[in-house]
């Protein structure tokens, strides 16, 4: 492998237009821990990340059990946050929504960025393929993102695991773009055209070069495409192509709730809470990574 | 400029025509036999069979996708299966409810979101700006259609002040047309409220630190004048831009509002197609807001270029 380790490292061009800072490590910890929208971000988010993983912990009944004798409980000691038309906890239920919500929108990120990845680097690094690719990709932008995904929730069938598929279809397009554009920023870079003079091959280059420096936006924007996700997936279930109840989602739970809006406003409020928490903290995740891996996309950003 | 619409119409067309398969496709994503599924499982084989025939699934793919696409020419997009009428005709028939509650909502969202932006970027860094940013924070985390669930139960039923779901139309009554918009219009906005009050925001901030910025303070001109004259006009881009993403996003957006607050428009048309798979009016309306959007944005390059007439020597956008 003849690379010039020299050009790979020389500082001058790492400083010219490589995302990340080259003193990585302990510093970069430090600025995100000191930026306060970041912190308040990972408090939030790591509030709803324990109920998703300690549901069976923090349940105080079985998500499912209904209860007629116990039915539109206002919240009390045995029923925190009251019951439901069925009688079923309300706050069993909001530990479990939790898990699936969180569940699917991981899932999304997942597939999203492994799919994305792959896509944005075709088209950025081989350019015969960058028209093709970014056509197909460009028409499934044309689409608003939540109206594509019900559709395709809806042809596939109500579940959890469509709602991932028509989720990550999405959002799959945005991601690859943003990794087709630093691809394009970096290939140009003198150090890679270095690499690519001195007969490294393409595979080498795109993993040793072209990834790591794609790695920075792509985490600030698969946190967003989580938010998005959390939301979106409530939107799915509350137009029923969500997950199924009576398994509970944030989203299934209040589209339960809205036939009581004047007789029990509670059953719709917490698990909307609960979505915008999530998001809110996954926004303000985004917001602080970006501006502390990616400066650059500060002003960008919407 | 001529030249630079000719362009901008041509890079539509395999958008468009990539984005009218993408709709013919929706049906082919059903798993197993969509009349099966349609039907219902305890459905005859004789009803079974008219679902099929309805649909065109006893053709194959390549030959529905041409009569999609001559159907299209014709602008017919095929017949609904539960509304006993044509697609088209539906849709056409309730867009004008969901462009007048986009409409709506899209006047609140620059109405507010551009006056609370300038205001952060000149009282940036004081409490006024965080309470904006907050606003916009708030504006991307909330759902809307929870958010629009909430303003029925305060305004619509504990307080009883507006109307909680329905739609009077305008000619009926402007007041009450007006009236039935709000909340669903509220609902909808937020969000664009908040993204577009954070670009005004930016921009207004990279604009006040401009050269000619400074002069035209320095030689004395009151800050309301700089911002009239010379701001305002920069601030106008994002502006478009904004207009251009935020009403795909009201559009779509319509289709849970419009469930919530029981507003006959293209969204609940959409909203109630998926719930009984009438894949047709699904594919309709897909293709139609598509449509709509890949348009609306070719509108939007335009007006860049009349706006900042960098754009139309540089060629592309």
Do not use: C
């Amino acid at each position: 492998m003849a690379v010039p380790e020299a050009a790979t490292t020389a500082p001058g061009s790492v400083a010219a237009g490589a995302p990340i800072p080259s003193a990585v490590g302990r510093s970069l910890w430090r600025r995100l821990f000191g930026h306060k929208l970041f912190v308040t971000g990972i408090i939030l988010f790591g509030v709803v990340l324990a109920m998703a993983l300690f549901a069976d912990l923090l349940a105080t009944a079985a998500p499912e059990k209904m209860n007629v004798r116990a039915r539109f409980r206002t919240p009390e000691w045995q029923f925190l946050l009251g019951t439901d038309n069925y009688g079923r906890d309300i706050w069993s239920r909001l530990m479990y929504g939790a898990r699936l919500s969180l569940s699917i929108g991981f899932a999304v990120v997942l597939v999203t960025g492994v799919a994305g990845t792959l896509i944005g680097l075709l088209a950025g690094y081989f350019k015969r393929l960058d028209g093709p690719l970014m056509r197909f990709m460009d028409a499934l932008m044309a689409f608003p993102a939540i109206l594509l995904a019900i559709a395709i929730a809806s042809a596939l069938g109500p579940s959890a695991i469509n709602a991932v598929l028509a989720l990550s279809a999405v959002y799959t397009p945005r991601t690859a773009r943003i990794v087709r554009g630093t691809v394009l920023v970096v290939r140009e870079m003198d150090y890679v055209q270095a690499a690519v003079a001195s007969g490294a091959r393409d595979g080498w280059i795109i993993w040793r070069h072209i990834l790591p420096n794609s790695l920075a936006p792509l985490i600030v924007q698969l946190t967003f495409i989580f938010a998005y996700a959390v939301l979106a997936e409530s939107i799915l279930s509350f137009l029923g192509v969500g997950p199924p109840p009576p398994t509970p989602s944030w989203g299934n739970m209040i589209a339960e709730g809205q036939a009581y809006l004047r007789e029990a406003p509670l059953l719709a409020l917490f698990p909307g809470i609960a979505i915008a928490l999530t998001a809110m903290g996954l926004n303000l995740l985004g917001d602080g990574l970006r501006d502390v891996l990616d400066p650059r996309l500060r002003v960008q950003h919407g | 400029m001529a030249e630079l619409i000719l362009r901008r119409l041509l890079s539509a067309v395999p958008v468009l025509l990539l984005v009218t398969l993408i709709s013919a496709s929706i049906m082919q994503l059903v798993p197993g036999d969509p009349a099966l599924v349609i039907a219902g499982t305890n459905a005859s084989d004789a009803e079974v069979q008219q679902v099929r025939r309805a649909l065109g699934l006893d053709r194959s793919f390549g030959v529905r996708l041409l009569e999609w696409y001559s159907g299209l020419l014709r602008g017919d997009l095929g017949q609904s299966l539960l509304l006993n009428r044509s697609v088209t005709d539906a849709i056409l028939e309730r867009l004008p409810v969901t462009l007048a509650l986009a409409g709506f909502a899209l006047a609140l969202t620059v109405a507010i979101g551009v006056p609370i932006g300038v205001i952060a970027a000149l009282k940036a860094n004081t409490v006024i700006d965080q309470a904006v940013l907050v606003v916009a924070l708030i504006g991307v985390s909330v759902p809307n259609f929870w958010l629009g669930l909430m303003l029925i139960v305060f305004f619509g039923v504990w307080f009883d002040v507006l109307p909680a779901g329905g739609y009077t139309p305008f000619a009926d009554s402007p007041l009450q047309w007006v009236r039935s918009l709000i909340l669903p219009g509220i609902s909808l906005a937020l969000l664009q409220i908040g993204l577009l009050a954070r670009i005004t925001r930016a921009t207004m901030l990279e604009v006040l630190r401009q050269d000619y910025v400074r002069t035209a303070r320095a030689k004395g001109l009151p800050l309301r004048m700089v911002v009239g004259q010379h701001a305002l006009r920069n601030v106008m881009v994002p502006v478009v831009t904004v207009i251009g993403i935020s009403f795909g996003l009201l559009l779509s957006g319509s289709v849970v509002i419009e469930t919530v607050y029981s507003i006959p428009g293209m969204g609940r048309l959409l909203a109630t197609a998926i719930f009984s798979r009438d894949y047709p009016v699904i594919q309709g309306g897909l293709l139609v807001t598509a449509t709509v959007l890949v348009l609306l944005n070719l509108v939007v390059d335009l007006l860049y270029a009349v706006i900042d007439p960098r754009i139309k020597h540089d060629g592309r956008s």
